[in-house]
């Protein structure tokens, strides 16, 4: 059952307000939500989506404005109420018990029961049905652990239909998934929908908004800008209205990047034959000076494998590498830091900032590292040092005395980048450093790497985003399956042709 445009929402919030000391979060929104459609919830951190979710799923109560569900005035006051009304949600984070079964964590709290106890092979009998319904066959015994993530926020799908959920609210649900596993959640999404559950999608791609959203609703600074049917707002609108002016920088960004890079002297960085057995086959690249090399390919393609052995956090078994035409041995971090390496992990939280440490701390982190622990940065320095790159890369708020954890995802990103430029590095290794930020700061943090290279630092950038690799890279390395395809002139495919080469071409030429 599709939503009819003329039907009333079955979830209505309106002149919603929620006040935080200091901080008018949501500034009186009005949402619409209806049965048998995905609407959208768009802006950037900061816009109030979270909030809006939070207030709807009871996690947060309201300071004005009504819930309506289904025409009943509602006041939820806990996720429980929300659940009672039919409203389950979703989280980028799975919120389930990965030490149970599958089938527990589907009929967790719902289990039949009989006069033993819980009967568990009726529980595993109606985890399968459910899990059916979904058009999912898996074995209910097995444990919730061994499944993929995407498996796993499927799972939490089939428990939040246990719950008989009307509405099905999707926070961040394909951050760290693969575009064949966003393909099985959109295929299920799409059947939910058109059995008439009505879905709250919230994403920072604006390829999948597009591809699964019928209405997108904006936010900005805690007001609400509109709401849209998904195919009469083109995305420079949506773009525009998210940030509120017009973005020319991702043109302006381009402009910047597309120039030649003298390949006349000793490459930065050469890699020959670096492999790792059963992680990576032997694969070749070279950096130059002011290059950027994009590093293109899906989820689980090597990507990350090849550039953690190239700056020594795993061990190569296999291979040479060269810096400035001179052999090298980077066996460590610390082995790369002294050939002036840096490198950016793609897990910020667990390999990147210290939440616990401010952001002068963060910043100065990485210059302390190189050092060694024996000699201290100075005050003066660390001040000087701290105050350059927070102006520089635009940190926001610009307190360096502020927990680091306290800052948006586009904040911390850029207060990981200015750890590393701190350490004045040759070649910067960036892994996925706009995933899951804003499109402000993403384009920030691109239009920041686009002019370092153009004033001689050489990178190597890693994106899902296929779009922001061959905007920023001279040249493309294609992988899949843990081996190089090959290596492409950024200039010479789009990404429609970048896409084929990553799922067509054969055996390891090189182009």
């Known amino acids: 059952m599709r939503a009819d445009a003329d039907a009333p929402p079955l979830v209505a919030m309106r002149d919603i307000t929620v006040r935080f000391p200091g901080v008018l979060a949501l ?23 979270s909030t809006l979710i939070k207030a709807l799923t009871g996690v947060y109560a309201i300071d004005q404005g009504t819930i309506t569900v289904a025409g009943e005035e509602r006041l939820f006051g806990s996720t429980a109420d929300a659940q009672e009304a039919g409203i389950s949600t979703v989280y980028q984070e799975v919120n389930l018990c990965t030490n149970l079964s599958v089938g527990e964590n589907v009929m967790l709290g719902h289990e039949p029961r009989n006069r ?14 459910h899990l059916e319904s979904l058009g999912l066959q898996l074995d209910t015994h097995s444990l919730l652990s061994s499944h993929s993530i995407a498996v796993q926020q499927l799972v939490s799908i089939s428990r939040a239909m246990v719950l008989d959920a009307r509405v099905l609210v999707l926070d961040e649900p394909t951050s760290s998934l693969d575009r064949d596993e966003v393909a099985l959640l959109f295929t299920v999404v799409r059947d939910l929908r058109d059995k008439g559950v009505a879905i709250l999608f919230v994403s920072h791609f604006l390829e999948q908004v597009y591809e699964i959203s019928d209405r997108i609703t904006v936010l900005r600074n805690g007001k609400l800008v509109g709401e849209y049917c998904t195919k009469d707002l083109p995305r420079s609108d949506l773009v525009t209205k998210m940030v509120g ?72 078994d296999v291979g040479d590498v060269e810096v400035h035409g001179k052999p090298a041995r980077i066996t460590s971090p610390r082995r790369a830091m002294q050939h002036r390496i840096a490198f950016s992990s793609e897990n910020r939280h667990a390999e990147g900032v210290v939440a616990d440490l401010t952001v002068g701390e963060n910043i100065v982190l990485g210059i302390q590292a190189r050092r060694g622990w024996h000699r201290k940065v100075r005050r003066a320095e660390y001040d000087a040092v701290v105050t350059e790159y927070i102006h520089a890369l635009g940190v926001r708020p610009a307190d360096p005395n502020v927990l680091v954890g306290t800052l948006s995802g586009g904040n911390q990103q850029k207060v990981l980048l200015a750890r590393w430029l701190a350490t004045a590095p040759e070649l910067i290794i960036l892994d996925e450093p706009t995933r899951g930020i804003d499109i402000g700061a993403k384009a920030d943090i691109q239009r920041k790497v ?62």
Do not use: C
Request: hydrophobic share 45%; proline share 1%; charged share 30%.
């Open 27 to 49: 500034d009186s929104v009005d949402f619409f939500l209806r049965a048998g459609e995905v609407h959208s919830v768009m802006g950037e951190n900061g816009a109030g989506k």
């Open 116 to 129: 033993l106890g819980i009967d568990w092979k009726a529980t595993h009998r109606e985890a399968a049905r």
């Open 245 to 316: 002016r017009a973005i020319d920088e991702l043109e302006a960004i381009s402009e910047i990047a597309e120039r030649d890079v003298d390949r006349s002297a000793a490459p930065v960085l050469r890699a020959t034959g670096v492999g790792l057995r059963g992680v990576l086959e032997p694969a070749d690249l070279d950096v130059f000076d002011g290059e950027v090399v994009g590093i293109a390919g899906l989820l689980g393609s090597g990507r990350t494998e090849l550039v953690r052995l190239l700056y020594g956090a795993d061990r190569a």
């Open 450 to 511: 686009a002019e370092l290279s153009s004033q001689g630092l050489s990178v190597i950038f890693i994106s899902s985003e296929l779009e922001e690799v061959l905007r920023l890279a001279q040249r493309v390395v294609v992988m899949r399956d843990r081996r190089q395809l090959g290596v492409l002139d950024s200039g010479s495919v789009d990404v429609d042709g970048l896409i084929d080469y990553i799922a067509n071409h054969g055996e390891g030429s090189v182009a």
